[in-house]
T-cell receptor
């Protein structure tokens, strides 16, 4: 069964800073998910990627399949980016079942 | 489209009571999931379904039951509530295996 580790657990930044959140997993996968959980509790999917890099606005996700590692970057961070960011991978291979990291709580101060 | 809807938003149960958490999606997704989220822990899969009439256990199924009689609905049943079932419950759906999952707003359940 896959295991997911995220770092850091908590991250505080000043508005405008470049943010990096890391995710490592133990078993080869078909795709990795990054999700955002708003302070109000709602969860939305940000990215699903299986190789290389994806960009959406100020968010960039990268993955290194060989090293079993992914990063989520936020450029020019803003207080509205404050949320918990969650990494998830299939329990094994291309399974429809996901295992989730514990999340990284990001606080961006003005 | 409303996406994934869950009811109720909040509920307090007494030990031993039963209840059903409702989940409905209007995106015609085949895959549906129930997760629980405990403080400081990652989401954990309770049950999932790959289509109407087909359900399977996830990582933490004890104390719960599900059914999937239609594509749209995937209710989660708690038969004898216990304090250990105090959690936030999320329902999610996706069109295909390995695809992006769409989450409902969650149900906060407290068992006293």
């Amino acid at each position: 069964k896959n295991e997911v580790e995220q770092s850091p657990q908590n991250l505080t930044a000043q508005e405008g800073e470049f943010i990096t959140i890391n995710c490592s997993y133990s078993v080869g996968i078909s795709a990795l998910h990054w999700l955002q959980q708003h302070p109000g509790g709602g969860i939305v999917s940000l990215f699903m990627l299986s190789s290389g890099k994806k960009k959406h606005g100020r968010l960039i996700a990268t993955i290194n399949i060989q090293e079993k590692h992914s990063s989520l970057h936020i450029t020019a961070s803003h207080p509205r980016d404050s949320a918990v960011y969650i990494c998830a991978v299939p329990t094994q291979g291309g399974s429809e079942k996901l295992v989730f990291g514990k999340g990284t709580k990001l606080t961006v101060n003005p | 489209n409303a996406g994934v809807t869950q009811t109720p938003k909040f509920r307090i149960l007494k030990i031993g009571q039963s209840m059903t958490l409702q989940c409905t999606q209007d995106m015609n997704h085949n895959y549906m999931y129930w997760y629980r989220q405990d403080p400081g822990m990652g989401l954990k899969l309770i049950y999932y379904s790959v289509g109407a009439g087909i359900t399977d256990k996830g990582e933490v199924p004890n104390g719960y039951n599900v059914s999937r009689s239609t594509t749209e609905d995937f209710p989660l049943r708690l038969e004898l509530a216990a304090p250990s079932q105090t959690s936030v419950y999320f329902c999610a759906s996706s069109p295909l295996t390995g695809n992006e999952q769409f989450f409902g707003p969650g149900t906060r359940l407290t068992v006293l």
